[in-house]
């Protein structure tokens, strides 16, 4: 234990938490997730850190709280994102209602829960009867959702820290590393012709096929051989597959489009060379064989690096403890499958990053958004003792 208590209670961390939950903000909104930083910013301000807004693209903003201390010492980042998903049709999404343990609402688990329990930690440290050695630093980011807009300004400008916790939904665990994130499109051309005679046309979405086969019977094999310690093997997934226009017709275009999970140790543009390799082996077999392979927009505007933060940094190793002793969870660090703006932060700045959130992925983007009261007061435990212990905090 710290022997540092919240200063907000259980009451008010859950009354922080609905009400982020109650401002909108994503990227179909009109200002995006202007309100959510501008209600995040006030109150925050009113806990008596030093806010300011930076700016990200348009109306679009990050939050900086800082609470400094006394005394000269380490910088702790508790980083969370302001924008959701969409509403996508979940019910009564911006109300939120707490129902069997529960807190429901959009954002609940992703990851305006996480927030609040960082929220919980500035009043601690910004208390005027506690004092302690560095700086306690909440940064609370733009566009996570939809292309990473405010990471990306966060680590152009330069802010780092000596330990960074990234709020996304672990369940308490330390993940020190996941895979990055590779989108591509291999694009076949034909040649139309009627379907009655198809030996006159060049048929794409054979082409297709035979690249479809060649992912699953030979790269699929091969990436199964390629292994993390806490990551498993690298991936791939076909999923979608377009092509043709009629039955009667010789398709002249077919697409495929898949997701490449690769680990740390692999390169990007490795990642996109072995995929045209296959293309260009495909063509030295069939010069009728027509593609292109091109990474797709939803993740060509940055590298989606991977993450793998050395398990032996002793502020791994500190947190790892605090989450033992506050949750029962394990106390080693684990690997987490989903993407995160943790991998920005480690490789733009330096700054060693861990994923460790309240809640459970498998909540987040669902019509029935939640996350557990419990854990979210364990959330803000975890936080302030690793705080506590990281900046050495003292209070009167």
């Given at each position: 234990?710290?022997g540092?208590?919240?200063?907000?209670?259980?009451?008010?961390?859950?009354?922080d938490?609905?009400?982020l939950i109650?401002?909108?903000?994503?990227?179909?909104?009109p200002?995006a997730?202007?309100?959510?930083?501008?209600?995040?910013?006030e109150r925050?301000?009113?806990?008596?850190?030093?806010?300011a807004?930076?700016?990200?693209?348009?109306?679009r903003c990050?939050?900086?709280?800082?609470?400094?201390?006394?005394?000269?010492?380490?910088?702790l980042?508790?980083?969370a994102?302001?924008d959701?998903?969409p509403?996508?049709?979940?019910?009564?999404?911006?109300?939120?209602?707490?129902e069997?343990?529960?807190?429901y609402?959009?954002?609940?688990?992703?990851?305006?829960?996480?927030?609040?329990a960082?929220?919980?930690?500035?009043?601690?440290?910004?208390?005027?009867?506690?004092?302690f050695?560095g700086?306690?630093?909440?940064?609370?980011v733009?566009?996570?959702?939809?292309g990473?807009a405010g990471?990306?300004a966060?680590?152009?400008?330069?802010?780092?820290?000596?330990?960074?916790?990234?709020?996304e939904p672990t369940r308490?665990?330390?993940?020190?590393?996941?895979?990055?994130?590779?989108?591509?499109?291999?694009?076949?051309?034909?040649?139309a012709?009627?379907?009655s005679v198809?030996a006159?046309?060049?048929?794409?979405?054979h082409?297709?096929?035979?690249f479809v086969?060649?992912i699953e019977?030979?790269?699929?094999?091969?990436?199964?051989?390629r292994?993390?310690?806490?990551?498993?093997?690298a991936t791939?997934?076909v999923?979608?597959?377009?092509?043709?226009?009629?039955p009667?017709?010789?398709?002249a275009?077919?697409r495929?489009?898949?997701?490449r999970?690769?680990?740390p140790?692999e390169?990007?543009?490795?990642?996109?060379?072995?995929?045209?390799?296959?293309?260009?082996d495909?063509h030295?077999d069939?010069?009728?064989?027509?593609g292109?392979?091109?990474?797709?927009?939803?993740?060509?505007?940055?590298?989606h690096?991977?993450?793998d933060t050395?398990?032996?940094?002793?502020?791994?190793?500190?947190?790892?403890?605090v989450?033992?002793r506050?949750?029962?969870?394990?106390?080693?660090?684990?690997?987490?499958?989903?993407w995160?703006?943790?991998?920005?932060?480690a490789?733009?700045?330096g700054?060693?990053?861990?994923?460790?959130?309240p809640?459970?992925i498998?909540?987040?983007?669902?019509?029935?958004?939640?996350?557990?009261?419990?854990?979210?007061?364990?959330?803000?435990?975890v936080?302030?003792s690793?705080?506590?212990?990281?900046?050495?905090?003292?209070a009167?």
């Open positions: 234990m710290t540092l208590p919240l200063r907000v209670g259980p009451d008010a961390l859950l009354a938490a609905a009400r109650a401002v909108e903000g994503h990227e179909d909104h200002r997730e202007r309100a959510v930083a501008d209600h995040l910013a925050l301000t009113a806990l008596g850190a030093a806010v807004l930076q700016p990200v693209e348009g109306e990050n939050v900086l709280a800082r609470v400094r201390g006394a005394r000269p010492g380490p910088t980042m508790l980083n994102h302001l959701t998903v509403p996508y049709g979940m019910p009564e999404a911006l109300c939120p209602r707490i069997d343990g529960r807190l609402g959009r954002g609940a688990a992703d990851m305006k829960g996480a927030l609040a960082m929220t919980a930690v500035v009043a601690a440290l910004a208390a005027p009867d506690v004092s050695a700086e306690l630093l909440l940064t609370a733009a566009g996570e959702e939809s990473s990471m990306r966060l680590v152009a400008a330069g802010v780092r820290a000596d330990f960074a916790v990234v709020g308490l665990r330390v993940a020190r590393a996941h895979k990055g994130a590779l989108w591509a499109e291999a694009a076949f051309r034909g040649r012709a009627h379907g198809p006159e046309g060049v048929n794409a979405i082409h297709a096929a035979r086969n060649r019977r030979g790269l699929a094999p091969e990436l199964a051989g292994s993390h310690p806490l990551l498993g093997p791939v997934n999923g979608v597959v377009t092509g043709g226009d009629r009667p017709m010789v398709p275009a077919c495929v489009q898949l997701d999970r690769w680990l140790g390169r990007h543009e490795d990642v996109l060379a072995e995929l045209r390799a296959i293309v260009d495909l030295r069939d010069p009728a064989v027509d292109t392979v091109s990474e797709m927009p939803g993740t060509a505007a940055f590298v690096t991977p993450l050395p398990a032996d940094d002793p502020y791994v190793r500190l947190l790892c403890d989450a033992h506050h949750t029962g969870a394990g106390a080693e660090p684990v690997g987490v499958q989903f995160t703006d943790g991998a920005l932060l490789a733009g700045t700054t060693p990053t861990v994923v460790c959130g809640g459970d498998a909540q987040a983007h669902t019509l029935s958004e939640w996350v557990a009261v419990e854990q979210l007061h364990r959330a803000a435990e936080y302030l690793l705080a506590a212990r990281m900046l050495h905090v003292q009167a």
